[in-house]
């Protein structure tokens, strides 16, 4: 074989190498891309089962409240379930002024920062109706009954 002939054939092995180094990696990019799909599709999958779950503990706990209505809490196996009342304050947005001046009048403007914190207006609305304070409509506030459970 000349020299010239030897140095395509090396040329050709190099090529063939380097074709199936580019075919691998092009295998390793689809099943990564498989791989990457099928964990998305179990990931949407798996949000829809856990808001349908959500709703049913939603519902249920709603119900276990009303049953609950003449006692404190109740001991299981499972633990013990007791009622509480979560809430919630915010600012409604179209009063914000109003509510700012409300929070300065009250002794409240600590809160105010360049927006309002949900868990300190909370807090604060919280203590204020525990003094029977008259809440403004400018102040969004939810109530939301909920059951709590200490495991035994």
Same mark, same amino acid.
């Given at each position: 074989?000349? #020299? ?10 190099? !090529? =063939?190498? !380097? @074709? ?16 990457? +799909?099928?964990?998305?599709?179990? #990931? /949407?999958? !798996?949000?829809?089962? $856990?808001?349908?779950?959500? #709703?049913?503990?939603? %519902?249920?706990?709603? &119900? %276990? @409240?009303?049953?609950?209505?003449? $006692?404190?809490?109740? /001991?299981?196996?499972?633990?013990? @379930? ?17 509510? +700012?001046?409300?929070?300065? &009048?009250?002794?409240?403007? $600590?809160?105010?920062?360049?927006? *309002? ?12 109706? %525990? ?9 969004? =506030? *939810? ?5 709590? =459970?200490?495991?035994?």
């Amino acid at each position: 074989m000349t #020299e010239n002939m030897e140095k395509i054939k090396n040329i050709e092995n190099d !090529l =063939v190498t !380097l @074709f199936d180094e580019a075919n691998q990696l092009d295998q390793t990019l689809t099943q990564v891309i498989s791989a990457f +799909y099928k964990v998305l599709t179990e #990931e /949407k999958n !798996l949000k829809k089962e $856990f808001e349908k779950a959500k #709703e049913s503990r939603m %519902l249920l706990e709603e &119900e %276990l @409240f009303e049953r609950m209505a003449d $006692f404190k809490s109740v /001991k299981t196996d499972d633990g013990t @379930f007791f009622k509480k009342r979560n809430r919630y304050c915010s600012i409604n947005s179209e009063k914000r002024s109003e509510a +700012y001046d409300w929070l300065k &009048e009250c002794g409240k403007d $600590f809160l105010i920062e360049k927006s *309002v914190n949900a868990i300190s207006l909370t807090a604060a609305i919280k203590e204020m109706k %525990l003094k029977r304070d008259e809440i403004p409509e400018c102040i969004t =506030v *939810v109530e939301k009954n909920r059951i709590g =459970v200490r495991k035994v």
